[in-house]
């Protein structure tokens, strides 16, 4: 996905990419949340958001909700 946007934008269009990729931010499992949530003290590097992210992606939710730390969960009903 990430070569093929890459060539989109060679030539000069927009791209989007939406989609469930299986993992967290990679910004929220750094040391600034290892002690919250379930992480037990672990900071890790989420790859694939973090490829998508160092290819030039924005992410929609963090742009709108952004900071470490957040749930990343949706609490219906709140």
Do not use: C
């Amino acid at each position: 996905m990430l070569a093929d946007t890459a060539m989109e934008r060679s030539t000069g269009r927009l791209t989007l990419a939406a989609g469930d990729f299986n993992e967290p931010y990679h910004q929220d499992g750094d040391d600034r949340t290892e002690g919250q949530f379930d992480h037990h003290g672990a900071s890790v590097t989420w790859s694939t958001t973090k490829a998508i992210g160092d290819s030039g992606f924005l992410d929609s939710y963090r742009e709108a909700n952004p900071g470490p730390g957040r749930r990343t969960e949706l609490h219906l009903g709140q």
